[in-house]
């Protein structure tokens, strides 16, 4: 009888627990909800899509889920997955090159699509170091499978800076930078094709201008940068590089100062050559500014090296279908992936999904790699937001012209580590707006709990 009296003692005492602790939970849903509504509510949000989900890994449990299971265009936040893929398979450092030697001084260059070659922000180019030596340079172009913009990528921004094309083997960023000093036009990389309009009284050799009210564009299909006038006096700028195998060839050309050549094992310079892999820095590195700054053209190489890496050859529907299926079979929502840098609006992931990979990124990788890699306030697109919360904040910003993301890891004051993921769609505010009234919720939260 005395058993039976302390197995129901015991009996109850368990469930007068587990109640108080489902009430508790309930209890914080129901506080943070409360809180939830000033956002939903929020002038700037009446009439757009959000998506809010905030996860405690500790206790495999959300706090909050307001349509986390719903489809969002996320913008940058697509480079949350290009960045878990890269920790995962690119290694400590980035594959630079595959060298083989020729017996003859030269050598074939295997690229891997290291967006960092020739980039003035890494002082330090062991490839660049290895080509200088050799007597000539020919680049292997057959692994290159894929397309110089991305799918759904809005073309009439192809002259935009953050749309550079992407390429095998890039150089300069695929960039051509633009600055004047004095009545001097100074560019990068050397090379380039420049033609002016008579009437600016440009000089060819020396690169002189007799007026700086002018302008420098590209077509779309063209090498060539032209000078034209303009009403306005010219400030600097930067325009992508046309990303050819032959153009890009003679631009390296340039800079060596030999012959490089774009070249095909089918064409019989080599068969089966012994590669030698040439490491350019350490991964993170690259991760860091990709993240922090939101860097699109290093995202969409990254997920070209994750190709070269993983199927031996370069093209982002190819490595998406095979990381989709593998790495990120897990997913709670299927998600739409098209690129790696989040230019594309056919991109569509879920709150949940976002959840879900920065859960498994802490879990695999730890928090202390990732305070490297995301950003947090003050810091990089984080820099006019959550000041205050430095280093209780970590995430990754996306915007595009109605979409305002951010997701990321938030520590509270009781020491409790979060994961949320917030997105926007369609809406007509500022994002500065949007991004603020997110600000004072999840700083809410932080504060509270």
Sequence with gaps: MESQNLFARLSCFFFSGCCLLLLASCSLQKKISRSAKGVIRDPVLQTANLGISIYEPATGKYWYDYQGDHYFVPASNTKIPTCYAAMKYLGDSLAGAGIADDGKGGCLVFPTGDPTFLQAAFPSQPVFDILKMKKQVLLYTDTWKDDRWGNGWSWNDYDAAYMAERSPFPMYGNVADFFLIKDTLKFSPPGILIRANKDLGFDPVNHTLQTNNFSVERGIDSDEFVLKPSQKKFSGTSIPLRADMGLMAGLLADTLGKAVIPASIAEGYFFDPVKTIIYSRPTDSLLKP????????????????LSNERLGYMKDEAIIDTLLKTDFAFLPQTPRWVDGSGLSR???????DFVAILTRMQQEFGMERIR?????GGEGTLGNYYVKEKGFVYGKTGTLSGVVAFSGFLYTRKGKLLVFSTLVNNHRASATAIRHTIEKFLVGIRKKY
């Design 346 to 352: 056919y991109n569509l992931f879920s709150p949940q």
């Design 372 to 376: 490297v890699i995301l950003p947090t």
């Design 290 to 305: 990709m993240m922090h700054h939101s860097d699109n053209f290093f995202a969409e190489q990254t997920l070209m090296m």
